[in-house]
């Protein structure tokens, strides 16, 4: 049993996945295994997975969103830890060394980020420099203890995923999937944030507005289920709905759908 499992979903990622999986295998904490699950790629990342040796399993599914993939290479792999790695970001070679230390060192967190340093679609620093703890946003200080989690940037204990369960597979494409998965952890267990830019996220996929307003309504809709009954978190989940439905009207004025979109309007 190895002590981390890196789990990468894998979806038309053929130019960067190789570098992705080489910034694992560079780690210095090195008692880790890899699992790679492709959802169902068409142009050909399962070849270049494949061509980098028996250290990565691989395993391929038919399309059926991030979630998903997450869950099935959670299920399949058998680490004390699991690290989420997204097919087109990077880490820093002591990133799970660093992080390893920490939940051996502190049995009472089950999660534990770094800050995130973000890079262009060639791999270019940008300059910017995403704070693994952030309590001034809103977000994060009413459900994930101040913490700002990107999953690439975490390492969770197993144990944890096994009490709070797997990412919610509602979530039908990237986006939104891992912030539910964060606000369940937070009530559970301590989260800690080691203070250092380990985790490079790549700033190249755009996502079609309808899926990101589709998952929007997804996350309000279940956190109001949760957490509904709690005055400051509810004020700020029907801000945000408002929020929700006057930009799905924008969109669907945008689209020729004018009578539906001014109806979300007025419900903004």
């Known amino acids: 049993m190895p002590t981390v499992s890196v789990v990468i979903p894998l979806y038309n990622a ?83 060394e660093k992080q390893v230390a920490m939940l051996t060192q502190r049995p009472e967190v089950g999660l534990v980020i770094t800050d995130v340093a973000h890079i262009d679609r060639e791999g270019r620093p940008m300059g910017i420099i995403g704070k693994g703890y952030n309590p001034s946003e ?27 369960g797997g990412l919610d597979e509602s979530f039908l494409s990237a986006g939104m999937d891992d912030h539910e998965l964060w606000t369940r952890i937070a009530v559970y267990c301590e989260i800690a944030n080691v203070p250092e830019p380990l985790t490079f996220h790549r700033n190249m996929e755009i996502r079609p507005a309808r899926i990101g307003l589709s998952h929007r309504a997804i996350l309000i809709g279940k956190l109001l289920e949760r957490f509904g009954d709690d005055r400051g978190k509810r004020r700020y989940l029907m801000m945000e709905q408002a929020s929700y439905f006057a930009d799905l009207g924008k969109h669907l004025i945008e689209q020729g759908r004018r009578h539906e979109g001014r109806a979300h309007l007025h419900q903004g």
């Open 138 to 164: 809103t977000f994060a200080r009413l459900f994930v203890r101040g913490y700002v989690p990107t999953p690439s940037a975490a390492l969770i204990r197993r144990s944890v995923l096994t009490a709070v």
């Open 14 to 96: 053929r130019d960067v996945i190789r570098e992705t999986v080489q910034s694992v295998l560079a780690q210095t904490w090195k008692d880790y295994e890899i699992v790679v699950i492709d959802d169902g790629s068409t142009d050909g990342s399962g070849a270049v997975v494949r061509s980098l040796g028996p250290a990565l399993r691989y395993i391929r599914q038919e399309n059926g969103g991030v979630a998903r993939a997450r869950n099935r290479g959670i299920a399949t792999s058998t680490g004390v830890y699991i690290a989420l790695l997204d097919h087109d970001d990077l880490w820093h070679p002591t990133k799970l």
